[in-house]
């Protein structure tokens, strides 16, 4: 089955067709910067554009970089603060005149990871945690996602764990590989201690660098390793949570 995936980031929202038996992309993936400020209307414009570019008549899964109860957007963290409390299913639709799924960013990308990538095979707890903009988490259980947990948002030392060690916070406090996976490790004893998981997947932009920091990162009794499918981790669990499962 294809699905049109649309991964809604903080600087760009990108999107392509997946085969959702295999998890590939079936075209080219379409790249669009995300508008400034961040909207509802003008994002939905960026949506239709998509979904135009791809000339797509099926069904759409679209990610947001924030808690997503039954298509209510809930919270906006890194986006514009209109988002909150908007029904985005409905925004979605109306713009694209298809059906619409909308689900949390990491939870999408931890779909994807767990059905396809890192997490493939594993049962028991597997956190995935992406690094970018802000620290996005999600939870799953043998393969089942718990969804929108929150954990990029738990206090450490007085300071929000992504003020500190998400991507963005490396870059806007120059901090070197080193001493940012300082920051990484303390957040990671931090989530291991709290849920013991069988293995961390660490995701978001900043896997495609895995071996600037990791090896920096030592986690006695969990296994830490980067994400597999990187940048289109959201694109392809927003197509399997819409409707891609077998
Ligand atoms: C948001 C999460 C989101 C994460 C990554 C956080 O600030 O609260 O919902 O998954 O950023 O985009």
């Not at 590939?24 to 909207?39: G, K, V, W």
């Not at 991507?167 to 990671?188: F, P, T």
């Not at 896997?207 to 392809?236: M, Q």
Request: charged share 20%; aromatic share 6%; no cysteine.
């Amino acid at each position: 089955m294809n699905v049109l995936g649309i991964d809604i980031g903080g600087s760009g929202i990108k999107g392509a067709p997946v085969d959702t038996t295999t998890g590939a992309l079936s075209q080219e993936r379409l790249r669009i910067p995300t508008p400034d400020p961040s909207e509802p209307e003008a994002v939905a414009g960026v949506v239709r554009r998509i979904v135009d570019h791809f000339a797509w008549k099926g069904p759409v899964g679209v990610t947001f970089p924030g808690v997503v109860v039954e298509g209510i957007t809930r919270t906006a963290a890194n986006v514009d603060r209109a988002w909150i409390g908007l029904d985005a299913r409905k925004l979605f639709a109306d713009a694209t005149g298809l059906e619409v799924t909308v689900l949390n960013d990491a939870d999408a990308a931890g779909i994807a990871e767990a059905r396809f990538g890192a997490g493939r095979g594993r049962g028991g707890l597997v956190v995935v945690l992406t690094f970018g903009t802000g620290i996005g988490s999600a939870l799953l259980m043998d393969g089942v996602l718990i969804p929108n947990t929150e954990f990029g948002h738990i206090e450490i030392d007085g300071h929000e764990a992504e003020h500190r060690a998400s991507d963005h916070a490396r870059e806007a406090h120059d901090l070197s590989w080193e001493k940012w996976a300082g920051r990484v490790q303390e957040y990671l004893e931090r989530i291991q201690a709290l849920l013991s998981p069988a293995l961390i997947v660490v995701g978001g932009g900043v896997s495609k660098k895995a071996e600037k920091f990791l090896p920096y990162i030592e986690l006695a009794g969990t296994p830490v390793v980067p994400a597999i499918l990187l940048n289109e981790a959201g694109i392809i669990g927003a197509a399997l949570a819409a409707g891609g499962r077998p």
